[in-house]
């Protein structure tokens, strides 16, 4: 097997762009996106940002830590080029090329955002290590770049519907049609299924020790959940007619809802600022709920423009 891997200060326009740390989450970040770029006919870019000295200790005679410099040369060169042979593994014939940049991550992988299909980092829970794939790193991307951004994490299994699907939080905001139609996208290149979620709440009052209030009518909530979900649906299966689409309507709070929907998913896909029931999804703590304790990949998508597919992935 022959790896074709370039070096490049910056990623060809179009490319999908993942982070390289060398951890676990990061290897399993660069496998997703291998095989992503792979179906789609995109190249792959690896980037390993270099920030700055690390204290570390203890070392043998000192009672303080050490700054130690990094070795970009060696050390960068080293886990890219793991990274690379994990891609080849993946997909042979992808086209990679990679870079080392000085500087934080988050401000290197937002500069590249703009020329990027889509940028993939390893996801953790709070408090694990690695310095690069951090929780708050994932949401800090996830809220500011310009393309869509692929939090991998460890999909765990469970008795679940949705086995292999590609899962959309749905809502008919401009941030949720963007994020059904890379659902569709995801779904078509896999050859699966997409399953819409849609969340309501009820308006419980306070006062009334959080019951509902007596002139509230539960069924026709339900019913206009379940009208807007079909409504919003209808034509993303007009458009896709070989594509089995089951629709979800769950009285939970977002978060919850899309958390068990998401549970033996292939992928979980959410809008970066929805209205209705997904408002404030990715602003607050629910945002790093998700982005900490995703049950699958998770791909957040803003309604902006974005870098197409260089080709469609095979059929």
Same mark, same amino acid.
């Given at each position: 097997?022959?790896? %074709?891997?370039?070096?490049?200060?910056?990623?060809?326009?179009?490319?999908?762009?993942?982070? *390289?740390?060398?951890?676990?989450?990061?290897?399993?970040?660069?496998?997703?996106?291998?095989?992503?770029?792979?179906?789609?006919?995109?190249?792959?870019?690896?980037? /390993?940002?270099?920030? =700055?000295?690390?204290?570390?200790?203890? #070392?043998?005679?000192?009672?303080?830590? *050490?700054? *130690?410099?990094?070795?970009? =040369?060696?050390?960068?060169?080293?886990?890219?080029?793991?990274?690379?042979?994990?891609?080849?593994?993946?997909?042979?014939?992808?086209?990679?090329?990679?870079?080392?940049?000085? =500087?934080?991550?988050?401000?290197?992988?937002?500069?590249?955002?703009?020329?990027?299909?889509?940028?993939?980092?390893?996801?953790?829970? $709070?408090?694990?290590? =690695?310095?690069?794939?951090?929780? %708050?790193?994932?949401?800090?991307? $996830?809220?500011?770049?310009?393309? +869509?951004?692929?939090?991998?994490?460890?999909?765990?299994?469970?008795? %679940?519907?949705?086995?292999?699907?590609?899962?959309?939080?749905?809502?008919? %905001?401009?941030?949720?049609?963007?994020?059904?139609?890379?659902?569709?996208?995801?779904?078509?290149?896999?050859?699966?299924?997409?399953?819409?979620? /849609?969340?309501?709440?009820?308006?419980?009052? +306070?006062?009334?020790?959080?019951?509902?209030?007596?002139?509230?009518? #539960?069924?026709?909530?339900?019913?206009?959940?379940?009208?807007?979900?079909?409504?919003?649906?209808?034509?993303?299966?007009?458009?896709?007619?070989?594509?089995?689409?089951? #629709?979800?309507?769950?009285?939970?709070?977002?978060?919850?809802?899309?958390?068990? $929907?998401?549970?033996?998913?292939?992928?979980?896909?959410?809008?970066?600022?929805?209205?209705?029931?997904?408002?404030?999804?990715?602003?607050?703590?629910?945002?790093?709920?998700?982005?900490?304790?995703?049950?699958?990949? #998770?791909?957040?998508?803003?309604?902006?423009?974005?870098?197409?597919?260089?080709?469609?992935? +095979?059929?």
């Amino acid at each position: 097997m022959s790896i %074709s891997q370039a070096v490049r200060p910056r990623p060809e326009t179009g490319a999908a762009v993942v982070g *390289v740390d060398g951890s676990a989450e990061s290897d399993r970040a660069v496998h997703w996106a291998a095989g992503d770029a792979g179906r789609r006919g995109r190249p792959l870019h690896l980037l /390993h940002a270099c920030d =700055g000295p690390t204290l570390v200790f203890p #070392l043998p005679g000192f009672w303080l830590p *050490v700054a *130690v410099a990094p070795q970009p =040369g060696v050390h960068a060169g080293r886990l890219l080029a793991n990274a690379a042979t994990m891609a080849a593994e993946v997909c042979p014939d992808l086209a990679v090329t990679s870079s080392t940049v000085g =500087g934080r991550p988050i401000p290197t992988l937002l500069a590249m955002a703009g020329r990027a299909a889509m940028i993939v980092v390893g996801g953790r829970q $709070a408090g694990g290590p =690695g310095p690069l794939l951090s929780g %708050s790193t994932a949401a800090e991307i $996830a809220e500011h770049a310009a393309c +869509p951004v692929v939090v991998v994490h460890k999909r765990r299994g469970g008795a %679940s519907s949705n086995e292999g699907r590609i899962v959309v939080g749905v809502d008919g %905001s401009a941030a949720s049609e963007a994020a059904t139609a890379f659902a569709f996208e995801q779904a078509v290149t896999l050859r699966t299924g997409v399953t819409a979620v /849609h969340a309501y709440q009820l308006p419980v009052d +306070p006062m009334l020790g959080g019951r509902l209030p007596g002139y509230f009518d #539960l069924g026709a909530r339900c019913d206009a959940a379940e009208q807007l979900l079909s409504r919003v649906m209808a034509g993303w299966r007009g458009r896709y007619p070989d594509t089995d689409v089951r #629709l979800t309507v769950d009285l939970d709070a977002p978060t919850g809802a899309l958390m068990r $929907a998401g549970v033996g998913a292939e992928l979980l896909v959410v809008g970066a600022h929805g209205r209705g029931a997904f408002r404030g999804l990715l602003l607050g703590s629910t945002s790093r709920a998700m982005l900490y304790h995703a049950p699958c990949p #998770l791909a957040v998508v803003h309604d902006r423009p974005r870098v197409p597919a260089i080709r469609p992935g +095979p059929q």
